[in-house]
């Protein structure tokens, strides 16, 4: 059974750092570009980032860029967002995504263009 399990999440003040992890199970998704969505209550779910198979290849929201960093480590199946500079705006319930068929350039926005997803980790930002 195919499962990606996010962790890390937690509750921490503007300005701070927090680091997601997303380990997945079940099969390898070195081949597979990975990103991180996210939910903020009453809004629809959005994209975040992603990232390439490789690890060379990244696209980012506008405003979480300069802040926020993925990375992977496929020895372990795992890939990471680093956040930093949180503010309170960042609070939302983060999703990690799988899409093994696609290249993480194509469509990477679209919550429909990846196969796997996470249960979610809650990050909340106080002011």
């Known amino acids: 059974q195919v499962q990606l399990l996010e962790s890390g999440g937690g509750l921490v003040q503007a300005g701070d750092s927090l680091r997601l992890s997303c380990a997945a199970s079940?099969?390898?998704?070195?081949?597979?570009?990975m990103g991180w969505f996210r939910q903020a209550p009453g809004k629809e779910r959005e994209f975040v980032a992603v990232?390439?198979?490789?690890?060379?290849?990244?696209y980012y929201l506008d405003s979480v860029k300069g802040r926020f960093t993925i990375s992977r480590d496929n020895a372990k199946n795992t890939v990471y967002l680093q956040m930093g500079a949180l503010k309170p705006e960042d609070t939302a319930v983060y999703y990690c995504?799988?899409?093994?068929?696609?290249?993480?350039?194509?469509?990477?926005?679209?919550?429909?263009?990846?196969?796997?997803w996470g249960q979610g980790t809650q990050v909340t930002v106080s002011s």
């Open positions: 990232i390439s198979w490789g690890g060379t290849g990244q």
């Open positions: 079940g099969r390898s998704f070195s081949r597979a570009a």
């Open positions: 995504a799988a899409r093994p068929r696609l290249a993480y350039t194509n469509n990477y926005m679209y919550e429909s263009s990846y196969e796997y």
